[in-house]
């Protein structure tokens, strides 16, 4: 007998229909003499939805009503899914995140987990139920209702994983597993039989919607069997997120060089340009950032001839007018000639460890690009990942050329 948490994405619950289908699916775990717990995310489309009517009333919504009306989505689901459920004979339980009690801190729409108390799901579990509880929600010390972020039920599923030393976690969702690229973009991207965490981790980062990072990070820290799977398919492996010794270099060696590729659309950039080259100048420029809590993601400065310095970052596209006005204030103070934003960028990255034992990735990298004429604006590099930024435009193109350069179709 084992004890398997799986999560169900919004197309998975996205009518009565696929409700019943996924509770066929537990029912038979279940007869298999398996514990589970089921995690739901709210039906496709439906977060959306409610977020658009909160903008209807208010533009930059206030984040706790935002939280406690966008986390109903959820509360629909796990209510039908129990349903179904019993529905089929089973004995079935809902719990919103408040309910279970899945602790977050205060950051209300991106909350972080902090600990669960799984001491009621255990005792169901021992009594025969299936324990349903609602995705990307939680509550904070104080008793509000908070939310884990755009893709939180990944993480709801991987942190009740953890702290109910489950035996494995499972990432029902619209594709059979995690692929070489998004197979929407490319269709001839290949599903991977297993990728390294490491690996996943830079995926996600990279925008790879198919897990959110934090589930990603919670499954390294803990160490949780992690396993995305199609929720229409009876059966199929999916993709295994596996755990290496980095270190190993003879697992190295049989590893791809390259595994994947992401895309991101969601940066916008911003320049600062010609600030006097002196000390403290980055920090005059990102601690104001900081402050307003606005997150960074790629930075460079080049130097001019003239004694001044262009100073690059990028930022999530929501924050692009928050930042440039916070710089717009600083301007005169840190004598910068002009800031400037745009917001029409994507973020190209290729993602493998098998780049540590070879030479080479960044400049076929580069020529790919240049063969298509593509220009690159930023770039930035980790051990496993090397990252452009360019044209929004250009960014479907970027995607298939390099997948096609890499080989990545190919078995
Ligand atoms: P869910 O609602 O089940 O959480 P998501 O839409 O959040 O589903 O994530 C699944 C989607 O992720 C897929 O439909 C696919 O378009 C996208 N995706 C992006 N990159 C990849 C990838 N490398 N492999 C598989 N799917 C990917
Ligand atoms: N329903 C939430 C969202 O759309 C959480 C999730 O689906 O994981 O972002
Ligand atoms: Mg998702």
Same mark, same amino acid.
């Given at each position: 007998?084992?004890?398997?948490?799986?999560?169900?994405?919004?197309?998975?619950?996205?009518?009565?229909?696929?409700? &019943?289908?996924?509770?066929?699916?537990?029912?038979?775990?279940?007869?298999?003499?398996?514990?589970?717990?089921?995690?739901?995310?709210?039906?496709?489309?439906?977060?959306?939805?409610?977020?658009?009517? %909160?903008?209807?009333?208010?533009?930059?919504?206030?984040?706790?009503?935002?939280?406690?009306?966008?986390?109903?989505?959820?509360?629909?689901?796990?209510?039908?899914?129990?349903?179904?459920?019993?529905?089929?004979?089973?004995?079935?339980?809902?719990?919103?995140?408040?309910?279970?009690?899945?602790?977050?801190?205060?950051?209300?729409?991106?909350?972080?987990?902090?600990?669960?108390?799984?001491?009621?799901?255990?005792?169901? !579990?021992?009594?025969?139920?299936?324990?349903?509880?609602?995705?990307?929600?939680?509550?904070?010390?104080?008793?509000?209702?908070?939310?884990?972020?755009?893709?939180?039920?990944?993480?709801?599923?991987?942190?009740? %994983?953890? %702290?109910?030393?489950?035996?494995?976690?499972?990432?029902?969702?619209?594709?059979? =597993?995690?692929?070489?690229?998004?197979?929407?973009?490319?269709?001839?991207?290949?599903?991977?039989?297993?990728?390294?965490?490491?690996?996943?981790?830079?995926?996600?980062?990279?925008?790879?919607?198919?897990?959110?990072?934090?589930?990603?990070?919670?499954?390294?820290?803990?160490?949780?069997?992690?396993?995305?799977?199609?929720?229409?398919?009876?059966?199929?492996?999916?993709?295994?997120?596996?755990?290496?010794?980095?270190?190993?270099?003879?697992?190295?060696?049989?590893?791809?060089?390259?595994? =994947?590729?992401?895309?991101?659309?969601?940066?916008?950039?911003?320049?600062? !340009?010609?600030?006097?080259?002196?000390?403290?100048? %980055?920090?005059?420029?990102?601690?104001?950032?900081?402050?307003?809590?606005?997150?960074?993601?790629?930075?460079?400065?080049?130097?001019?001839?003239?004694?001044?310095?262009?100073?690059?970052?990028?930022?999530?596209?929501?924050?692009?007018?928050?930042?440039?006005?916070? !710089?717009?204030?600083?301007?005169?103070?840190?004598?910068?000639?002009?800031?400037?934003?745009?917001?029409?960028?994507?973020?190209?990255?290729?993602? =493998?460890?098998?780049?540590?034992?070879?030479?080479?990735?960044?400049?076929?990298?580069?020529?790919?690009?240049?063969?298509?004429?593509?220009?690159?604006?930023?770039?930035?590099?980790?051990?496993?990942?090397?990252?452009?930024?360019?044209?929004?435009?250009?960014?479907?193109?970027?995607?298939?050329?390099?997948? &096609?350069?890499?080989? !990545?179709?190919?078995?």
């Amino acid at each position: 007998m084992a004890l398997i948490v799986q999560k169900y994405g919004g197309t998975s619950v996205g009518s009565p229909d696929r409700i &019943k289908n996924l509770a066929r699916r537990v029912a038979r775990f279940k007869a298999l003499g398996h514990q589970v717990v089921v995690v739901v995310s709210a039906m496709s489309g439906e977060t959306n939805r409610l977020i658009g009517l %909160a903008r209807e009333i208010m533009q930059e919504p206030d984040p706790r009503e935002l939280d406690v009306m966008v986390a109903t989505g959820e509360q629909v689901t796990i209510g039908l899914t129990a349903m179904a459920l019993m529905e089929l004979g089973l004995k079935a339980k809902s719990y919103t995140g408040s309910q279970v009690r899945i602790v977050t801190d205060d950051a209300h729409t991106k909350a972080r987990i902090m600990y669960i108390d799984e001491e009621r799901i255990r005792k169901d !579990l021992n009594d025969g139920y299936v324990v349903v509880v609602a995705g990307f929600q939680g509550v904070d010390e104080k008793g509000n209702i908070t939310t884990l972020g755009r893709g939180g039920s990944d993480t709801t599923g991987v942190a009740l %994983a953890t %702290a109910l030393k489950a035996d494995e976690c499972q990432i029902y969702t619209d594709v059979d =597993g995690v692929y070489t690229t998004d197979p929407r973009l490319v269709p001839e991207a290949r599903r991977l039989k297993s990728i390294t965490f490491e690996e996943m981790l830079e995926l996600a980062s990279q925008g790879s919607k198919v897990l959110q990072i934090r589930s990603v990070e919670f499954a390294g820290k803990y160490k949780v069997k992690l396993r995305v799977l199609s929720s229409f398919e009876e059966d199929g492996e999916g993709t295994l997120i596996t755990f290496e010794d980095p270190e190993n270099k003879d697992s190295n060696m049989e590893q791809p060089i390259i595994s =994947g590729i992401a895309f991101n659309r969601d940066e916008a950039k911003i320049m600062v !340009l010609g600030v006097p080259d002196k000390p403290g100048i %980055a920090y005059q420029i990102l601690g104001p950032i900081a402050d307003a809590k606005i997150d960074v993601d790629m930075i460079i400065q080049n130097m001019g001839a003239d004694g001044t310095t262009d100073f690059t970052f990028t930022v999530h596209k929501n924050e692009m007018f928050k930042a440039l006005g916070i !710089l717009n204030q600083v301007q005169a103070h840190i004598g910068a000639r002009e800031v400037r934003g745009d917001d029409k960028i994507a973020k190209v990255s290729v993602v =493998g460890v098998g780049m540590r034992s070879h030479v080479g990735i960044a400049s076929q990298m580069f020529r790919t690009l240049a063969e298509e004429g593509i220009n690159i604006q930023m770039i930035s590099t980790s051990e496993i990942k090397i990252a452009v930024v360019i044209d929004e435009k250009y960014m479907e193109l970027a995607v298939r050329v390099l997948h &096609k350069a890499f080989e !990545l179709e190919e078995a």
